[in-house]
């Protein structure tokens, strides 16, 4: 069956770094649309990054454009998520998704359509 594990949260000081994992199994990771998304407490899931890995497009939402970056390894079917110049407004639990039904188009085209495969989530927390 279809898994997701994510690792890497933590906690760092604004300005710093961090990178998430998230090792998949179970199916076509290069037949795949990947995301990663974020949750504020009592909010809805928020998407940040996407990636068309049929292609190997990528999105990044605005409030991360510059400072997260979207990268895959297909050998090893791991998702990460690069994150540079943590601000505390980034405090929140990161998840990793996959979509296996509309990957081979776009990335954006993949942010657009549900996800139906999610991980644990990670906490990540940015002090000022």
């Known amino acids: 069956q279809v898994q997701l594990v994510e690792a890497g949260g933590g906690s760092v000081q604004a300005g710093g770094s961090l990178t998430l994992s998230c090792t998949t199994s179970?199916?076509?990771?290069?037949?795949?649309?990947m995301g990663w998304f974020r949750q504020y407490p009592g909010k809805e899931r928020e998407g940040i990054a996407f990636?068309?890995?049929?292609?190997?497009?990528?999105l990044h939402s605005d409030s991360v454009k510059g400072r997260f970056t979207i990268v895959q390894d297909n050998a090893n079917k791991i998702l990460y998520l690069q994150m540079t110049r943590l601000k505390p407004e980034d405090t929140a639990v990161y998840y990793c998704?996959?979509?296996?039904?509309?990957?081979?188009?776009?990335?954006?085209?993949?942010?657009?359509?549900?996800?139906?495969?999610w991980g644990q989530g990670t906490q990540v927390t940015v002090s000022s």
């Open positions: 179970g199916y076509n990771f290069r037949r795949s649309c």
């Open positions: 990636l068309d890995n049929g292609g190997g497009s990528t």
């Open positions: 998704a996959a979509d296996l039904d509309s990957w081979g188009k776009s990335a954006e085209y993949c942010s657009s359509h549900n996800f139906a495969y």
